[in-house]
């Protein structure tokens, strides 16, 4: 079955990089996403990729994925505090529904 | 449109109790999506529907827990009875087609004391 693996929780400081890693199962997933939840909210779409990328730049946002070892990450440049949320990554099975990771919990200390 | 709708916020019951949450999608949708969140366990899926047809329920924790989804406009989720270890965020989501981008409600938060 599908499975897509977080860790649980990141600090970083004001200013520095973050980095959320991300494994998933499913080699068929045609996208692959990064979902954002701030405190108290939903889930909103961050970004995604095409499963035939292997980058994907949208500002401070970069999105990194290996096929091979079915890692997905997530680089965040200048993290800021605003950034401080879960962040989720997920995967899109064949045809089938979306499969979200546990989410990874971003701190960022000013 | 409003995007998913949820309700109630927020519910406090005590253990025993029946509850339900209820989901209206975003119209037009076709797939709705029913998600538990707590700090210990993350996010997971409990059950979602393809044009109102329970797909993957293997999520549902235990008998306890039933969804039905009436019409493309409309969802519950029941909990019966109740226990404190359902306390949790309830989020319900709803996407276009199979694999697309998911829109989430803003959450049920309950609380089984």
């Known amino acids: 079955g599908e499975d897509v693996e977080q860790s649980l929780f990141l600090s970083v400081r004001e200013g520095d990089s973050s980095v959320i890693n991300c494994t998933y199962t499913?080699?068929?997933?045609?996208?692959l996403y990064w979902y954002k939840q701030e405190p108290g909210a939903g889930l909103q779409l961050l970004t995604y990729?095409?499963?035939?990328?292997d980058m994907k730049q949208d500002q401070r946002l970069t999105v990194l994925l290996n096929k091979k070892d079915k890692h997905l990450s997530l680089r965040i440049a200048d993290t800021q505090t605003g950034d401080s949320a879960i962040y989720f990554c997920a995967e899109t099975p064949g045809a089938n529904n979306l499969f979200f990771g546990t989410g990874t919990r971003l701190t960022v200390i000013p | 449109d409003a995007g998913v709708i949820q309700s109630p916020r927020h519910e406090v019951t005590e253990m025993g109790q029946e509850v339900t949450l209820r989901c209206k999608p975003i119209?037009?949708?076709?797939?709705l999506f029913w998600y538990r969140q707590t700090m210990m366990r993350g996010l997971e899926l409990l059950i979602y529907f393809n044009n109102n047809v329970p797909i993957d329920d293997s999520g549902m924790p235990e008998d306890r827990f039933s969804a039905k989804m009436p019409n493309a406009s409309f969802s519950t989720l029941k909990i019966q009875p109740s226990e404190p270890r359902d306390s949790a965020v309830y989020f319900c989501?709803?996407?276009?087609?199979?694999?697309?981008?998911?829109?989430f409600g803003q959450g049920t938060r309950l609380t089984v004391v």
């Open positions: 499913d080699s068929s997933s045609t996208y």
């Open positions: 989501a709803s996407s276009l087609a199979q694999g697309s981008e998911a829109f």
């Open positions: 990729i095409f499963s035939n990328m």
């Open positions: 119209s037009g949708h076709n797939s």
